[in-house]
């Protein structure tokens, strides 16, 4: 039989295996670009392994000890120095930022209380100083001195201080008000002057009440402080008991004198006060000291 002159030759065009060889080269090359956009260690181990093999470049070496374990990209590439991108920084700082911020509840306790002994040993040693001052208005038994969580309490007795059934200061007596003075414009924080009775009635031509007379002597108190110009007028705060806070119950001579006083408070930190105990919500200045006075 002719041969067809219009058939092509049998078999596959000469051009065509050499086509077929470069593109499945390009596709090895894109898919090795693909893999090592995100390098893995052990996944770049096999394909090294796979082209040294697919290539015929291993190498068979004589050695004499157990190799130690070192890094694939070591052996096969020079080491490069990796920039972080703007974004990696940005993230690994605020990262450090929060670490640095997040921190236990028992460690922000423990600074809280830490912060609350510093305080309240610098109260403490505000008050050994004022005592200092006033050792003897202290042994003749005129003030007495003493601490009660974040506050200083400065008692005036009314023995020398003020007359029976008067709010006015006795003479000889300006001396011990000048060193309390002095002792309150040294200090810082709110002060608290108020004044208290006993539960003897009074009902004179100045005082209808011991409301009045207890109110009257706390405002001589801090009247006399003004007057010398060294505290300012915002730090006070006045208050008039009466006898409803007695230090002592009112059965006796002693006890009543005891309770007859006018008493500065010196309330430093009370926000810190009030957080570490939930029942001191108002500023008292009638209980008892945690320290004697």
Known sequence: MAKCPKCPPPGAPAWLATFADMMSLLMCFFVLLLSMASMDVQKFKQIADSMKNAFGVQR???????????????????????????????????????????????????????????????????????KDRLKVE?????????TKGFRIVIRINEKGSFPSASAILQPGFE????????????????????????????KTAMYRSNWELSSSRAVT??????????????????????????LFPNDSQQNRAANRRVEIVIAQDEALLKDQDPSLRVIQTDSFPDKPL
């Open 138 to 146: 202290i042994d003749q038994g005129l003030v007495t001195v003493g």
């Open 60 to 130: 068979l070496i004589q050695v004499d000890q157990i190799p130690l374990g070192t890094s694939v990209i070591e052996q096969h590439f020079s080491p490069g120095q990796t920039q972080p991108t703007p974004l990696e920084e940005i993230q690994q700082s605020t990262q450090q930022q929060t670490e640095q911020l997040d921190e236990s509840p028992d460690t922000m306790e423990r600074a809280k209380q830490q912060v609350i002994a510093e305080n309240l040993q610098q109260i403490a040693d505000q008050a050994e100083e004022i």
């Open 221 to 246: 108190v801090v009247q006399y402080m003004l007057e010398k110009n060294q505290i300012d007028p915002q730090r006070f705060l006045i208050e008039g008991h009466a006898d409803t806070h007695p």
């Open 175 to 202: 001396p011990v008000m000048d060193k309390i003075t002095q002792s309150i414009a040294e200090s810082h924080g709110k002060v608290i002057v108020a004044g208290h009775t006993d539960d003897v009635p009074i």
